[in-house]
Every structure is written in structure tokens, then in C-alpha cells.
């Protein structure tokens, strides 16, 4: 979604898109019987809120988050801004309430940050204040490396003053720089791209290279028992897998290492209950 390019007809392209994308994954997440979290944009419920209600509402496997009305960059520290950042989420809330019946406790940013919303006390109070419980922010590596993402693992903002609110960074590749789905990936150069330091000569250009490189993310996780939460634009990598073969493959491979799949909140609720306050930032 290019918020300088909305119109009529784009809209009608991108709902059509999200819409065939979220009926591939509920369809894939069924069958698999796998739980899920989707962030989604207070623009799209506007036009297909009825739709997506009807993919997602009735799997109480399937959570519902907030990601921003307009898909606004939120990092801006000003008051202005921040206002801004409220009022999004407030337009958002209403609408996933509209439709799902419950306010969302779960938010993801538009684009990841690295170290996420550490140093940010401004835009966790907001997010905190309006009954979010955790979110997902944290999906960048330094400038110098900032793709993919490092295996940053679930932590508390306790420094910043909210020891109950959840971090769920996500690891790994983000699709639209894996899949280049968009083209925001052209500039790709052969550099480490696993958790290895395996160098990425290419971007992967068939399904069989895109889970090659999931797999072996996923690999990682599993074998120093880390948290695999790769980022998933829907659109993203319907454009790339529209039967989503990797996504099941990745699925299958959870179940044949008896690894847990949960959704976000699943997630947050386990370190909630086991009353973990002090995960470390840099693990």
C-alpha cells in the first residue's frame, strides 16, 4: 500500500490481493491446524472488514492485532507525531472491535526498527494506555546489516518502564526483502544472509530457494531453542508462493521436531504466566 499512490482503482487491486492472499493462508493454517496472528491495516477493514471477519472471526486460533489506520511510520518522538500515532490507533481499535468484537492487545509497527521501541517511552505509553499487552517491533539489524533481521529474542520494556509490556521481535528474513515482492530488494549484494554467516549470493527466485533459507533460519532456531518468528506480509509472499508450499513445508517441519507453532499472544501469555519479567535484550 503507497500511500502516495491510493486511488480507486489501486484500492480495488490491493483489496483484491490481500483478500485472495488471506484466504490461501487461512486455508493452509486449517489444514495444518495452526494457530496465527494478523496485524492489520485500519485502511483495508474500512474496505473489506466484512470479508476478513468472515476468514478469520470464528477460528479462536486466529488473533486479530492492530498495524497502525494508515501505515504510518510511528518512530517519530514529537508530540505532533505522537498524537498522531494515538489517533491511528484509536481509528484501528474501533475497527477490529466493529468487526471481531474484542479490542486488539497486539500491535505490530509499520517497518521494523532496530532494538525496536527501546527509547521510545512516548509511543510505549500510548500503545500501553490503550490495553496493548505486546507488540512487535523489534525487525532490523544495525544499519550496517540491517537484513535479515538478527534472533533477537521476546523481551519486557522493563527500562523503559513498562516491565509487563512484551517485545516479540521477528527473526530472520522480512518477506518483502527476502522475495523482493515489491522490488525494495534490487540492490541485494552477495552478503551474509542466515544466522550462520552463510553469504546470500542471490535472492531466491524459486519456492524451493525461498524455504531453503527459511529452513535453515528455522534450523538455527531449533537447534539453539530460540523463538522462530519469521515476518509475513500475506500479499507479500502469496505474490511469490501463491499456494504457499513454503509456509506449509515450514509448518511440517515444526510438527516433525515437535516445536511449538503458536500465535503472538499464545506466546506472550506463556512468558506472562511463567512471570518473566527480565529476557535479555541482545540474546
Known amino acids: ?31 495444518n491446524d495452526a494457530p496465527a496472528t494478523f496485524f492489520v491495516v485500519g485502511k483495508l477493514l474500512e474496505r473489506a ?38 489517533q491511528e490507533l484509536l481509528l484501528t481499535s474501533d ?55 538478527p534472533m533477537t529474542q521476546p523481551y519486557w520494556y522493563t527500562e523503559e518502564g513498562f516491565p509487563e509490556l512484551f517485545e516479540v521481535p521477528g527473526t530472520g528474513w522480512h518477506c518483502n526483502y527476502l522475495f523482493n515482492t515489491g522490488h525494495q530488494n534490487d540492490d541485494w549484494k552477495p552478503a551474509p544472509g542466515l544466522p550462520d554467516g552463510t553469504v546470500l549470493e542471490r535472492l531466491p527466485v524459486t519456492v524451493e530457494e525461498g524455504f531453503e533459507v527459511r529452513s535453515g533460519e528455522f534450523r538455527h532456531c531449533i537447534e539453539n531453542h530460540l523463538v522462530y518468528a519469521p515476518s509475513m506480509h500475506p500479499w507479500s509472499v502469496y505474490r511469490f508462493d501463491p499456494e504457499l508450499k513454503h509456509v506449509d513445508s515450514l509448518i511440517r517441519m515444526a510438527r516433525a521436531e515437535a516445536v511449538p507453532v503458536v500465535n503472538c499472544r499464545q506466546l506472550y501469555e506463556v512468558y506472562r504466566d511463567a512471570e518473566s519479567t527480565t529476557v535479555g535484550r541482545d540474546s
Not at 500500500?1 to 483478500?19: C, F, G, V
Not at 492472499?21 to 486455508?27: C, E, H, I, V
Not at 521494523?112 to 521510545?120: S, V
Request: with cysteine; net charge negative; charged share 25%.
Open 95 to 149: 475497527l477490529i472491535f466493529e468487526h471481531f468484537g474484542e479490542r486488539p492487545v497486539g500491535f505490530c509497527t509499520p517497518g521494523g526498527h532496530y532494538k525496536g521501541l527501546q527509547g521510545h517511552p512516548g509511543q510505549l505509553k500510548i500503545l500501553w494506555d490503550q490495553g496493548y499487552r505486546y507488540i512487535g517491533s523489534d525487525n532490523s539489524g544495525p544499519p550496517e546489516q540491517w537484513q535479515p533481521s
Open 49 to 86: 472488514g466484512e470479508e476478513i471477519a468472515g476468514l478469520l472471526k470464528d477460528n479462536p486460533a486466529f488473533d486479530i492485532g492492530s498495524h497502525t489506520y494508515s501505515h504510518t511510520d510511528i518512530i517519530d518522538d514529537d508530540p505532533a507525531a505522537l498524537g498522531r500515532f494515538s
Open 1 to 31: 500500500m503507497d500511500p502516495d499512490n491510493e486511488s480507486d482503482e489501486n484500492w480495488r487491486s490491493w483489496r483484491d490481493e490481500a483478500l485472495a492472499a488471506l484466504t490461501q493462508f487461512t486455508l493452509v493454517l486449517e489444514q
